[in-house]
């Protein structure tokens, strides 16, 4: 059977960026060993050890392994290309030390994208133009093989709802403009059915170039109110739109099935993205969501 990795991630506590209140990072690993999980992602640089000794260390106390980190880059600015090349090669140097393979890029979040999130094909607002596109394919390419060439490691791009990638389309578009030998895709099961998608479908269409796995699972209720109504991303996010996998709309037994028929042997990194409240507090508590999911796919999904 093929061998599937579970783990668990910081933006499942509300850890977003590194340079605002957080909880300790050793509480959060913790939490992810204890709920039954092999591994965790960095998280926002600088949230983790940074210096690659006290991270192994980190890591070991809790018999964790790395799975990878989320790197949001302005893609379509050329501008501010060899920004982005070295600010991800600085991340990625650090994961090299752990044995990781693959470093995750992310266009950034775009205000406007961010407030029609889930519902960008109904809005009518055009994407990137073909410029634009011409340019973020050249910085995801630009990375890619800067990463290949320093530290033999590859990208995986996460499409991501109130980014420019976010929509099948965008996806496909995504896919079909870059190598397969340097880019990879991220499957993130939740952005995917808020952006409009089926998981399912992109496992079936682009499975061999699918590498790494974030799964996220959708209330049907709050994907509903994110079709109908104006709510934004951030409200969508508040309000709970994502939760404990196996109590939304994705199917995660047969998403794991299509992967071991694949041959997919890789990272599946369990995501509930939360927002915590004008007092701090999280609700649900996540440390009990993380425990639920891993239950969950142990008991119907058989990993």
């Given at each position: 059977?093929?061998?599937?990795?579970?783990?668990?991630?910081?933006?499942?506590?509300?850890?977003?960026?590194?340079?605002?209140?957080?909880?300790?990072?050793?509480?959060?690993?913790?939490?992810?060993?204890?709920?039954?999980?092999?591994?965790?992602?960095?998280?926002?640089?600088?949230?983790?050890?940074?210096?690659?000794?006290?991270?192994?260390?980190?890591l070991k106390a809790r018999h964790l392994?790395?799975?990878?980190?989320?790197?949001?880059?302005?893609?379509?600015?050329?501008?501010?290309?060899?920004?982005?090349?070295?600010?991800?090669?600085?991340?990625?140097?650090?994961l090299a030390t752990q044995d990781v393979?693959?470093?995750?890029?992310?266009?950034?979040?775009?205000?406007?994208?961010?407030?029609?999130?889930?519902?960008?094909?109904?809005?009518?607002?055009?994407?990137?133009?073909?410029?634009?596109?011409?340019e973020a394919v050249a910085t995801i390419?630009?990375?890619?093989?800067?990463?290949?060439?320093?530290?033999?490691?590859?990208?995986?791009?996460?499409?991501?709802?109130?980014?420019?990638?976010?929509?099948?389309?965008?996806?496909?578009?995504?896919?079909?403009?870059?190598?397969?030998?340097?880019?990879?895709?991220?499957?993130?099961?939740?952005?995917?059915?808020?952006?409009?998608?089926?998981?399912?479908?992109?496992?079936?269409?682009?499975?061999?170039?699918?590498?790494?796995?974030?799964?996220?699972?959708?209330?049907?209720?709050?994907?509903?109110?994110?079709?109908?109504?104006?709510?934004?991303?951030?409200?969508?996010?508040?309000?709970?739109?994502?939760?404990?996998?196996?109590?939304?709309?994705?199917?995660?037994?047969?998403?794991?099935?299509?992967?071991?028929?694949?041959?997919?042997?890789?990272?599946?990194?369990?995501?509930?993205?939360?927002?915590?409240?004008?007092?701090?507090?999280?609700?649900?508590?996540?440390?009990?969501?993380?425990?639920?999911?891993?239950?969950?796919?142990?008991?119907?999904?058989?990993?």
């Amino acid at each position: 059977m093929t061998a599937l990795r579970v783990g668990n991630a910081p933006v499942s506590w509300g850890v977003y960026e590194a340079d605002r209140p957080n909880p300790p990072f050793g509480r959060i690993l913790d939490e992810i060993a204890r709920a039954g999980y092999e591994g965790t992602e960095l998280g926002p640089y600088g949230y983790l050890p940074n210096e690659a000794g006290a991270l192994a260390r980190e890591l070991k106390a809790r018999h964790l392994s790395l799975g990878s980190s989320f790197v949001a880059l302005p893609l379509e600015d050329a501008s501010r290309r060899a920004a982005s090349v070295e600010h991800a090669l600085r991340v990625a140097r650090l994961l090299a030390t752990q044995d990781v393979a693959e470093v995750i890029l992310a266009d950034d979040e775009d205000p406007e994208r961010a407030r029609i999130a889930g519902r960008v094909d109904a809005s009518g607002r055009a994407g990137w133009s073909v410029v634009q596109w011409r340019e973020a394919v050249a910085t995801i390419q630009a990375v890619a093989k800067a990463l290949r060439d320093e530290l033999r490691m590859r990208v995986v791009v996460h499409h991501h709802a109130g980014t420019f990638v976010e929509t099948p389309a965008e996806i496909d578009q995504l896919l079909s403009a870059t190598d397969p030998d340097l880019v990879g895709l991220l499957l993130d099961t939740g952005h995917c059915v808020y952006g409009g998608g089926e998981p399912l479908d992109v496992l079936k269409r682009h499975g061999g170039r699918v590498r790494y796995l974030h799964l996220k699972d959708a209330r049907e209720s709050e994907l509903r109110r994110v079709r109908t109504t104006d709510v934004s991303m951030a409200e969508a996010w508040k309000r709970g739109v994502f939760c404990p996998l196996g109590e939304g709309v994705v199917d995660f037994p047969r998403i794991t099935e299509t992967l071991r028929g694949n041959g997919y042997a890789g990272w599946l990194i369990v995501e509930q993205d939360v927002v915590p409240d004008a007092q701090g507090r999280l609700e649900p508590d996540p440390s009990d969501s993380a425990r639920k999911s891993r239950a969950y796919l142990r008991d119907q999904a058989g990993v």
